[in-house]
């Protein structure tokens, strides 16, 4: 699942399909896509990849140990600290590691690829990063803040498509489920299929 493509490392995630972190200044020369909030380029190969099976993310808690492989002599091991909320934001480890690796969960399936630092690009990234030919997130033009355990409008693009909704809005309801955590929110967004409509329900001025 690790692929060397001319001294650029990368995994592969489907037969031929292989992502690159971002190393330092050395150039990606032909790629598919780069996506600068990621730091990532999605590379095309001829060559058949033996992809490495993606964990549910989502089964993985704090306190479950997770492993970075740097390569067959070097692998590293800790727990996750943080996951991010909004775009852009990767999760954290609670240990720092010198370069780019696989993040590993207890079952050695991936949980994401770790960039430097304590930093890691998650799976749910990596998923959506691998759908589209085109770098794409979903996008209503709103942003969220939380306060005493509710979520509001924050601010709002008068010329985005969220343009109905004004700050200070309760969010109480998105894409059919109750909001838990800012990541939930932004993510039913973020990852929304390209042309789908989002139903978001607010509460506003107490009614």
Known sequence: ????????????????????PKQGQMPIKEYLKFDPFLGL??????????????SDENTTKKSDWVSVTLDINSTNYGHVKQTG???????????????TGLVLSPCCNLRGIAVGGNKFIPN????????YPDVYYGDIG?????????????????????K?????????????AL???L??????????????????IVQRDGT
């Open 1 to 20: 699942s690790m692929v060397d493509l001319n001294g650029a490392w990368g995994v592969a995630l489907s037969p031929n399909l292989v992502v690159v």
């Open 164 to 176: 109905m909704l004004i700050k200070g809005d309760e969010l109480i309801g998105i894409a059919g």
């Open 142 to 162: 709103v942003k969220f803040t939380q306060k005493e355990g509710k979520f509001y409008v924050s601010e709002v693009d008068p010329l985005g498509r969220g």
């Open 179 to 181: 909001p838990t955590s």
């Open 41 to 54: 380029y999605l590379v095309s190969t001829d060559k058949k990849q033996d992809p490495i099976k993606m």
């Open 85 to 99: 909320e909004r775009l852009g934001d990767l999760d954290t480890l609670t240990f720092d590691v010198n370069g």
């Open 124 to 131: 749910r990234y990596l998923r959506h990063f691998i759908a």
């Open 183 to 200: 990541r939930q929110i932004n993510e039913a967004i973020l990852f929304a299929p390209k042309g789908s409509k989002i139903e978001l």
